[in-house]
Structures are given as structure tokens and as C-alpha cells.
């Protein structure tokens, strides 16, 4: 028996025309998020360099996306829920979009950093209300449809970099790069309004939920942890998993870049098998099962201590991780649809918040333990948050 939730009144049948569409839509709103942050990505050293940055600066200046992404995500939940997510996806992409221009032309770092800071916002704003509207297209297909989008996030990104590769091999500036990108991203996020659903009225009850201090149930809470705890895994690997293979176990450069190669492909491939995944074996068994894939895989690997056990481990890592955001963002959204874009930030700002912070906890412990035993906490995280599944069951009653 299925633990997929189906929307009130509504049987799993087939989609119709408007579901249709609007899966099509939101599809289209996580590949320009991808292709955005790509695209800034991938100009980065050009932009370093034509300002004159050293790292504490860049630093700073990356650091900004960081803190306007989370201060938006907390303030779009409740305007999501107010509001309706179709009314607040199209201008988030259009901000996104757009305010990738104002980096691409700065001239000094405070002017870099207030680009940032809005391009960050653009990005949280636009996290936290398309997964909102895919959660609400999923509850009306009636089965799981959410790994798939963070799928084509990832292909968003390939999109991005592809293009920001390009623009540098053509010597285009950024200025130029960005505004050309921001401009098509901003055209397609309005092209794509008219086929999202269309906002349902807000209707408030009371939960008897236990809530935090904030007013947030504990289950949301502890769905962000482990949104986190994933999110800090991907992290470390982003940062750290070709540097474990070139100095710890000795490999060439381009070995070492294969790493996080491996990592990436195994985590975007399992993503497009997570949805018949989900349907067959439920959200509770998948989550489970992949947490225990990502931390056996990774931990036996760095037990053996060889660069094809890396290399192996690195796969199964990423794809026990590739279904678990998608099952908890979901899982989030449907606990209570009338504030799923309360819930939904802050399951998104602790998961972004473990992708933050997973190089930095990384690198401050192989400090003082050495790099092969700090990658062993995202293995234990991931047994974690195995061990937790049980929290991804639907609410009943």
C-alpha cells in the first residue's frame, strides 16, 4: 500500500491538461534556478579578477548570496501561503533572473555584495515558492513527481555552466554574459506564469501539533534536520571529495576530478528513478534505504582506503542522497497544505544552512583529525537520518 498522500477528493487517476502544464511550468522554474546560480558560478574567477579580490574578499562577497537567500526564504513562506505560490513564482524568477546583471557589471566589492544580497533573495524567494507549487502539482497528480524537479535543478546547472563556459571561451565579459542570460531566464519565468495553478484560497485552522518556541510543529523542525543533514553531505563533497582523493590517497589531478564527477552523475540519475522509487516502495522505505546506501557506501570507502573504493563510494554516496531533500521537501509540504510555504522555508533554510556549512565543518575537523576521518560524519549523518525515516510518514486524521 502506497504511503503517498492524494489530494483531498481526488483519486490517483491520470493527470489531466492543467496538471499537465503546470508540472511543465514548474519544471521550468528549476532549471532557470540551476541555470542562474550556474551561470553566476561559472563567472566567478572572471569577476575575482576584474575587481581585484583576494580570497577574504570573495569570501564576503559569496557570503552575501548566502544571507539574502535564507533572509528571504523566511520571509516568503507566509507570503506564499498568503498570497497563493503562483502568484509569487514568476516575479521571484524574474528577480533571480534579472539581478544576476547588477554582479556582472560591478565595479568595487560594496557593489558586488549589494548584487549579491538581492540575487541571493531572488534565489531564496524562488526556492521556497516553486517547491511550494510542485508540492501542490504533486498532491494533485495523486504520486510522487518531486524528485524529478530537483532533477532538472541539476540540469539547469549543466545548462549554466555550459554557457558560462562558452562566454569566457569567447572572452564575453560578464556584464555582457549575465545580462544576456538574465534577460532569456527572465522572458521564460513570465512565459511559464500562465500554465502554473491557479492560487487557492487560504483556509487557516488550528493544529494540535507540538510547535517550538517559533510556532513551527516539531516534525517541521526535525524534517529541516534532516534536510540538513543531507545538505551538509553534498556540501562536503562539493568542496572536499577531489581533495581526499589527490592528497590522501595520492592520485593524479584528473583522477581527482573524477570524484566529484561520479558523486554528481549518480545523484542526478537516481533522482529521475526516485519518483517510481517512491511510488513502489513508499517515502519511509526509500529514505530509508538510501540513507543506509550513502553511509555504508561512503563509510566502507574511506575504510578501505583506496582510490576505486573513493571513486565507488563517491557513487553510492550521491545516490543514497539523491532522493532524500526531494522525500523531505515533500513530506514538509504535505504535513499541512494550508502553510506549506511557512513549513517549506524553513525545511529549505536548514537544508541550504547544511550546504553551507558542510565545507567549513569539514574542513576545521580534517584539521585536527585528518581528512579521512571528518568525511566519516556525513556517512554517520546519513545512517542518521536512515535511523529517522519513520518521520517522512504522512499525517492521518
Not at 526564504?73 to 546583471?101: E, H, I, K, N
Not at 534577460?183 to 485552522?205: D, I, K, Q
Request: with cysteine; aromatic share 6%; proline share 7%.
Amino acid at each position: 500500500m502506497s504511503e503517498y498522500p492524494t489530494a483531498p477528493s481526488r483519486t490517483a487517476t491520470a493527470p489531466g491538461t492543467a496538471e499537465q502544464r503546470a508540472r511543465g511550468a514548474v519544471t521550468t522554474y528549476f532549471v532557470i534556478a540551476g541555470a542562474a546560480l550556474a551561470t553566476w558560478t561559472a563567472r566567478i574567477p572572471a569577476i575575482k579578477q576584474r575587481i581585484g579580490l583576494d580570497e577574504a574578499s570573495l569570501s564576503v562577497a559569496l557570503m552575501a548570496v548566502a544571507a539574502g537567500s535564507v533572509l528571504a526564504m523566511q520571509a516568503v513562506g507566509p507570503l506564499t501561503d498568503r498570497f497563493g505560490s503562483a502568484r509569487v513564482v514568476p516575479p521571484a524568477g524574474v528577480l533571480m533572473s534579472l539581478s544576476m546583471v547588477v554582479p556582472g557589471f560591478a565595479g568595487n566589492l560594496p557593489t558586488l555584495i549589494v548584487g549579491l544580497l538581492v540575487f541571493g533573495a531572488g534565489h531564496g524567494m524562488l526556492d521556497v515558492s516553486m517547491n511550494t507549487h510542485a508540492v501542490g502539482v504533486e498532491r494533485r497528480y495523486g504520486r510522487p513527481i518531486m524528485s524529478t524537479f530537483h532533477a532538472t535543478f541539476s540540469f539547469g546547472g549543466l545548462l549554466g555552466s555550459g554557457v558560462g563556459a562558452l562566454a569566457a571561451r569567447l572572452a564575453l565579459g560578464s556584464g555582457a554574459n549575465f545580462t544576456i542570460v538574465g534577460v532569456a531566464l527572465a522572458l521564460v519565468s513570465l512565459a511559464a506564469r500562465p500554465a502554473l495553478l491557479p492560487p487557492e484560497p487560504a483556509r487557516r485552522g488550528e493544529s494540535s501539533a507540538p510547535t517550538s518556541p517559533r510556532g513551527i510543529p516539531l516534525v517541521i523542525v526535525f524534517l529541516g534536520v534532516l534536510g540538513f543533514c543531507c545538505s551538509l553531505g553534498e556540501g562536503s563533497m562539493n568542496d572536499w571529495s577531489s581533495v581526499y582523493l589527490r592528497d590522501e590517497l595520492g592520485t593524479s589531478p584528473a583522477v581527482a576530478a573524477i570524484g566529484f564527477a561520479v558523486f554528481s552523475a549518480t545523484m542526478t540519475v537516481f533522482r529521475l528513478l526516485g519518483d517510481r522509487l517512491s511510488a513502489r516502495f513508499g517515502p519511509v522505505a526509500l529514505v530509508r534505504g538510501c540513507g543506509a546506501v550513502a553511509g555504508l557506501g561512503l563509510g566502507g570507502a574511506l575504510l578501505l582506503h583506496h582510490p576505486a573504493a573513493a571513486l565507488v563510494g563517491y557513487g553510492l554516496f550521491g545516490a543514497g542522497l539523491s532522493c532524500i531533500v526531494p522525500q523531505v521537501f515533500s513530506a514538509a509540504g504535505n504535513r499541512d497544505p494550508e502553510r506549506s510555504g511557512r513549513d517549506l522555508a524553513q525545511v529549505s533554510t536548514l537544508a541550504y544552512s547544511g550546504l553551507l556549512a558542510g565545507p567549513v565543518v569539514i574542513g576545521f575537523t580534517a584539521h585536527w583529525v585528518g581528512l579521512g576521518v571528518a568525511l566519516g560524519i556525513p556517512a554517520v549523518l546519513a545512517l542518521f537520518i536512515a535511523l529517522s525515516a519513520p518521520a517522512l510518514r504522512p499525517r492521518t486524521g
